[in-house]
């Protein structure tokens, strides 16, 4: 290896160190790493606790004329009764999902026991036809289905920060002089954008692959390791698309237009990979499928390319 | 009182704007704003989208009475259909296995009279109409302009200019959030003219309040990033907290309004962007209250930004070694409970299968990577990165250490192990036997327990021991590994806290390691 290779790759590891440490200093930027995990964790720990600990009833409305059979049975089937005048009303716009009389039976659309009530209610009335209601309760895989979503919107949002990472980054060390004194170094111009790629994606790829891992702790998800390679690649693509997009305007030239550029752009890219299940593209592929290892190498490619373009915008401004 | 002088205001709202919006970089946001709020006043209503879920098929199988097979909307399969009917003949029944019954396949089973009528109705609930939309999307692109006004001012240096200027704090601040909450509501109202004028929304009281929900959210947004150092730190918060904010008072709204309209106006942000979709017209009271939160949380929002605006922003001094053990405590708790001890919860609420199949070493691993990242991350944020685990002391004296506290840990592991505070087949009793599995040497995995004892080790006998001291960090890792075992959580913090303090975290894992491997060692001896 010559020495100016050496160099350019000494000063490559070194300014990628600086930009990783400088992102973790900043304890607002730290926070935001630290949110997704702690929202979605926190809130699924609340909710199966309340449900765990209080066990809500379900409530039926029957009215006094219900007999006492149909009650009994509403009772044996795990359900609540109250006692109502009117059963529709108790429907419309008292919070029942279900109500009868033991002849009629009123539900609301969305109602999960009404086929519950009418089974018993039929069942009394001896009818000719009886509904039998499946119940689908949930499993290690629909709680892996359920994970995998969960950890793909957690993703987009690391895409954000991804996206803000590169182009917010380039725009700072511009207006507060760092990025002067980086590009009098003696080394090539697209060691910095290269290095700034490098630690915000490693960063992001390192939280997100840990959110994915408690929320594959909790509830499973499917394909875990897939699931983190392709929000692995993703983070990467929104750091190369902040950084393209920002180029080395700084805030002279205004944040907010790139930004909302960069989101918009971003939103599509996922948007597209909902839409076609693209797997190969970084970002569309979080929400397409494959293993992701062709998404991670799109997503390296994508990096170099941003920074090459990094190197030749500094090189002309 | 701050002083407030108009022109001093639109100056700044002027220069801010003009800052954002000049050159060709310039024309991009109006450009975007455009192209998400023209579809969303042009686009016809997707009548036809209803039309077609109206129209889905349903799958049905099994006896499939000729009734129900001729129906439009019903599609015979051999098996699986997501409506089974079965032919009982004793009684002679009919059964229809599923989830939900479409109308028209009941009343094709129930013919002119049916035996037990259902009456399927609507909860009379009201839904946000398109309009919210309007106001949603003006609201939300002005995030990178709120988000650059108070750190890119003090990144580019420029605050102080401003601060030093003859200007006041509260003029700074209200320019601001005139410049940006003003293009919000103008976006706003003229995407909904638009609507209005092709017809796909009628205009009705939901106009007022729609252009306090983008004046408001600026508002809040200016509050939430004043003290941001940039643009990154600046963005980060705004991106992260305030479509949270927007969607999380939305749905409270929504559901305090369902009964009374009143109650969910009152919700700052969330009850005008409900109001503004139209959806409580009927009670023009509601629709006024609801403009008149948002605009008072606007002024309270704005007024605080300018009581903290500085040029540089105060920075809360270093924690006390106390304070430090407890924060790191909590977070340690949260990343190594949840994963272990929440697949319990699934159990009491009602879904035991789903305990039983989630596997503890995925729990342990999350945990251990968890607890592995307050290193790697207090590494990055030290001035000196290898001074926050101290230097590792290598050596016969270390080995011999780490050999002998090993030893001891094992001999002493069947007695101190055995006072378990949880009962057995209890909530409880499952609990410790989760945790019990992160602090014995008993794991799942080879891997997996490496992992889990190295990030224990850096963490507890490594950089919280010299940042609040070994008394501290013993405290925080019994309270965090071992809260339902505390006399073995105890005397393993003691043993492995006195060797990491003479001899440094090196010894510490050492020892653990013969910990972890003497107890299935000797077990298997007296075997």
Known sequence: MSEQNARTLRALVLLTLTAARRLLREGMVLRSLVFPGLIVLGTLTVTVTLIAVLQPARWIAVTAETPPAIIAALEAADLQVATTDSPRAAVQSNGYSTATDGRTVWMSLSSATGLEVEEIVRTQADAPWIPRPTHRRPNVTSGEQNGRTISRVLGLLFVMYGTVFGLGGVARDRDDGTLEAELALPIPRWVGGLARWIASTAILSLFYGLCVLMIAAVVGVAEAGATARHGAAACGGGVAVGLAVAGTAGLKQGFSGPFATAVTGVSALAALGGATGTGWLPIASLFGGGSGWASVGMAILFGSGAAALYGARTGRS | ?527
């Open chain 2, 1 to 527: 009182m701050p002083t407030v002088r108009p022109r001093k205001v639109l100056a700044v709202a002027r220069r801010d704007l003009r800052q954002e919006l000049k050159g060709r970089q310039g024309l991009v946001l109006p450009l975007v704003i455009l192209a998400l709020l023209l579809p969303a006043s042009l686009i016809p209503p997707p009548a036809s989208a209803i039309n077609r879920l109206r129209t889905n098929k349903t799958t049905v199988s099994g006896d499939v009475p000729d009734a129900v097979a001729a129906l439009p909307t019903t599609e015979v399969v051999q098996h699986h259909g997501a409506l089974v009917f079965e032919r009982t003949l004793d009684p002679d029944k009919l059964l229809v296995h599923g989830r939900l019954i479409p109308r028209d396949i009941r009343a094709a089973l129930d013919g002119p009279t049916p035996v037990v009528p259902v009456k399927e109705l609507d909860s009379g609930y009201l839904f946000p109409g398109r309009s919210l939309l309007f106001a949603l999307i003006s609201a939300s692109t002005l995030t990178g302009a709120v988000s650059a006004s108070v750190g890119g001012e003090r990144s580019h240096r420029t605050l102080v200019v401003l601060l030093a200027a003859a200007l006041s704090r509260a003029e700074i601040v209200v320019g601001k959030w005139l410049a940006w909450g003003l293009l919000g509501a103008i976006s706003g109202l003229m995407a909904a003219g638009v609507a209005i004028w092709v017809g796909h929304v009628d205009a009705g009281s939901w106009l007022i309040p729609l252009p306090t929900v983008p004046l408001a959210t600026v508002a809040v947004g200016l509050w939430l990033v004043r003290r941001a150092g940039d643009v990154v730190a600046g963005t980060t918060i705004s991106l992260r907290v305030l479509p949270a904010l927007l969607a999380g008072t939305a749905i409270v709204a929504w559901f305090l309004g369902k009964d009374n309209a009143l109650f969910g106006a009152i919700v700052p942000l969330g009850g005008a962007l409900i109001a503004s979709g139209d959806t409580w017209s009927a009670q023009p009271m509601a629709v006024w209250l609801s403009a008149g939160v948002n605009l008072a949380t606007a002024v309270v929002c704005v007024t605080q930004t300018a009581r903290d605006l500085e040029e540089i922003p105060a920075r809360a001094p270093a924690r006390r070694p106390t304070a430090l053990a407890a924060v790191i405590g909590a977070l340690a708790a949260f990343v190594w409970w949840i994963p272990l001890l929440l697949p319990l919860l699934w159990r009491e609420a009602g879904n035991p299968t789903l305990t039983a199949q989630l596997p503890l070493a995925a729990g342990v691993l999350a945990g251990s990577l968890g607890l592995l990242l307050f290193t790697i991350v207090r590494a990055g944020r030290a001035p000196e990165p290898r001074s926050v685990l101290g230097h590792p002391r290598l050596g016969a004296r270390t080995a011999l250490a780490a050999l002998l506290a090993g030893a001891v840990l094992v001999l002493a592991d069947p007695v101190v192990g055995a006072w378990s505070l949880g009962a057995t087949d209890t909530l409880t009793g499952f609990a410790a036997e989760r945790l019990h599995n992160g602090l014995r040497p008993v794991l799942p995995g080879l891997g997996v327990g490496l992992l889990a004892l190295v990030a224990d080790e850096l963490l507890f006998r490594g950089w919280l021991a010299k940042a609040a001291g070994p008394v501290r960090a013993g405290m925080v890792y019994v309270a965090v590994k071992a809260p339902l075992d505390p006399i073995g959580g105890a005397f393993a913090a003691i043993v492995l806290g006195t060797v990491g303090h003479r001899f440094g975290f090196v010894a510490s894992i050492g020892a653990r390691l013969v910990w972890w491997l003497g107890v299935p060692l000797i077990g298997g001896l007296m075997l």
